[in-house]
């Protein structure tokens, strides 16, 4: 993590940083020392409170206390599982990092939600029950698809990554081609019994 001015590039968090912000993100404040571990697609189900498709509709990023943090609001397209939200309906999906005015705050390995892109979202409810949800180990849980009717394109140098590459950080997923495997992988695993540690309710 790093925070910086205009005048100073980013620097990226070191890992064993990482790992303590990990949970944060996932559990609001964290409880103590916790590693994150590299979660496969089985383990996002089982984990996740809540899974959607969703789009970015705006982000907004602000000081609290002594950090940056970021809530984006995205609007649920298809709910895979979980209770409480149904299509067309907003949530807010907060993450420790941004930038406000002159100065940013960086995490690395978050990942960056950007505004009109469509995802596949695993999201873990606020353990303190405050109304926003985190993405379920950092940028594994966040799976960036094609937007319905738009040609899918390489990014040049420099560029953000295509819908075809995973962000930063991010779980490796099949291509665009293959979203709707992906998409049925998943609901399979649902409805194999992959209710969720915490969802089961």
């Known amino acids: ?75 649920v397209r298809e709910l895979l599982a979980g209770k409480g939200i149904a299509p067309g309906q907003p949530l807010t999906v907060r993450q420790l990092g941004g930038k406000v005015g002159g100065k940013e705050l960086v995490v690395a390995g978050t990942p960056k939600l950007r505004q009109g892109e469509r995802y596949l979202l695993f999201l873990r409810e606020d353990a303190e029950g405050r109304p926003y949800h985190y993405v379920l180990g950092l940028s594994q849980g966040a799976f960036r698809l094609s937007s319905p009717g738009k040609k899918q394109q390489v990014a040049a140098p420099g560029e953000p990554p295509s819908p075809s590459r995973p962000e930063t950080g991010a779980q490796r997923g099949p291509p665009p081609d293959d979203e709707a495997r992906l998409l049925a992988q998943v609901r399979a695993l649902i409805a194999a019994g992959g209710a969720g540690e915490r969802r089961g309710r």
């Not at 925070?3 to 064993?16: C, F, R």
């Not at 979660?39 to 498709?53: E, F, G, Y």
């Open 1 to 75: 993590m790093a925070l910086h001015g205009k005048a100073h590039p980013p620097v990226a968090a070191s890992a064993a940083l990482v790992a303590l912000l990990a949970a944060s993100l996932l559990t609001g404040p964290p409880a103590g020392a916790t590693l994150l571990v590299p979660l496969s697609l089985t383990d996002l189900v089982h984990k996740a409170d809540r899974i959607v498709v969703a789009e970015v509709l705006r982000a907004r990023s602000f000081w609290e206390g002594k950090r940056i943090y970021t809530h984006s609001e995205v609007e």
